[in-house]
């Protein structure tokens, strides 16, 4: 086999080893539908279960929605980088006191749950998922819900 024929050919399957984790689009596909709040932890305080049991994101395309019962309390947008470790996901509200600016986070899909890291607007993103006191993030871990 010549050397460009081997170097293609390596090229290849390091690409290959690549693709499903770079996919967006395929990722994407996994944030879809409603995703029930079962975990809230802010800046080192958890959330009691009861102030977020009704507590609903419902992910359409690249914008989400959240729902407390029947009330809507926030929406906006969110773009994804699967590439790096742990994944990149960074919001822009919608509405409310952070309406327009960027909120970082990191992801990550385990046990059939999403959770969620973010740091306070324009701060550097979290580089695991604790949201100590002082730190100002927030962790989040959402279940899907059935259709």
């Avoid at 086999?1 to 770079?22: E, F």
């Avoid at 740091?119 to 959402?142: M, N, Q, T």
Wanted: with cysteine; aromatic share 6%; glycine share 10%.
């Amino acid at each position: 086999m010549h050397l460009p024929a081997v170097m293609l050919l390596a090229a290849g399957l390091l690409g290959a080893a690549d693709a499903p984790k770079t996919d967006r689009a395929g990722e994407i596909k996994k944030f879809q539908g409603t995703w029930k709040t079962v975990v809230m932890v802010t800046d080192g305080r958890v959330v009691p279960a009861t102030a977020v049991d009704k507590r609903r994101t419902i992910v359409k395309d690249d914008t989400y929605r959240v729902v407390d019962g029947d009330k809507a309390i926030r929406r906006g947008s969110f773009k994804i980088d699967p590439a790096p470790s742990p994944q990149h996901i960074d919001l822009t509200p919608g509405d409310g006191p952070h309406a327009g600016k960027s909120i970082r986070g990191i992801y990550e899909f385990r046990d059939g749950n999403l959770r969620m890291c973010y740091a306070p607007p324009d701060k550097d993103r979290p580089i695991d998922f604790a949201a100590e006191s002082g730190s100002g993030c927030w962790l989040v871990v959402y279940q899907p819900e059935a259709p």
